[in-house]
């Protein structure tokens, strides 16, 4: 069965300091993958998406994410943190035909320290 | 994301009652998801609805949960005689078309959360 894991639940970071959220995948072919933001009581806002070509894929609020077949793997990364990106991020990935049916991980809530 | 609407963002039931979960999607979007997100968990899926159609409702659990999407009006999500388990956060996501470029390109409403005493 499909799955998507993401091996930590909580990371905190300094300000300034870069970080790397990682996502691992279980599935037959390529899925199309994303990363996913959650503000406390809000609903999800896209940060970028996967579906074919250049693995680096550009998002918004300077994230970014590759794409690793050899390694089931699509993980974020940001160079610089702010304190505004203290939320939960939920890496999911999509199947093919299957439209917006979406296998979320378990999100890895970010705390960002002064 | 402030484009689908869900309707009552917070709702206490007590057990045995019914909750109605509302959602309207994003103008010009046809086709609408149901997620639950348990506590400490991530995102579930549901069910996958375009108008007056069920498309996909292999997320949804077998006994007590309907939806719906009419023709006119939001969708709704029905959950019969709640139990404590089905507290939660409920979001609708929406999107424009179900095909690769529908796949992950989903709109999600703020949720609604649902507390059964």
């Known amino acids: 069965a499909q799955s998507v894991t993401q091996p930590d639940i909580h990371i905190t970071v300094s300000e300034g300091a870069s970080l790397e959220l990682r996502c691992n995948y279980s599935y037959g072919a390529t899925p199309y993958l994303f990363w996913y933001v959650q503000s406390p009581g809000q609903g999800l806002q896209l940060l970028l998406k996967y579906f074919s070509g250049d693995t680096l894929v550009q998002g918004i609020k300077g994230f970014e994410a590759e794409f690793k077949r050899s390694q089931s793997s699509f993980n974020l990364r940001k160079p610089s943190v702010h304190w505004s990106d203290a939320a939960e991020y939920f890496c999911?990935?999509?199947?093919?035909?299957?439209?917006?049916?979406?296998?979320f991980g378990q999100g890895t809530e970010l705390s960002v320290k002064p | 994301n402030a484009g689908v609407m869900q309707n009552p963002r917070h709702l206490v039931r007590r057990r045995g009652q019914e909750a109605r979960l509302r959602c309207s999607p994003m103008?010009?979007?046809?086709?609408v998801y149901w997620y639950r997100q348990l506590p400490e968990e991530g995102l579930k899926f549901m069910v996958y609805?375009?108008?007056?159609?069920?498309?996909?409702e292999s997320g949804m659990p077998k006994e007590r949960f309907s939806a719906e999407f009419p023709k006119e009006g939001p969708s709704i999500l029905r959950i019969q005689q709640v139990v404590r388990g089905d507290s939660a956060a409920y979001f609708c996501?929406?999107?424009?078309?179900?095909?690769?470029?529908?796949?992950?390109?989903?709109?999600f409403g703020e949720g609604s959360r649902l507390t059964v005493l």
């Open positions: 103008k010009g979007h046809s086709h």
């Open positions: 609805l375009q108008k007056e159609n069920i498309i996909d």
């Open positions: 999911a990935v999509g199947l093919y035909n299957q439209g917006g049916k979406l296998i």
């Open positions: 996501a929406s999107s424009p078309s179900s095909g690769r470029l529908g796949a992950g390109e989903l709109f």
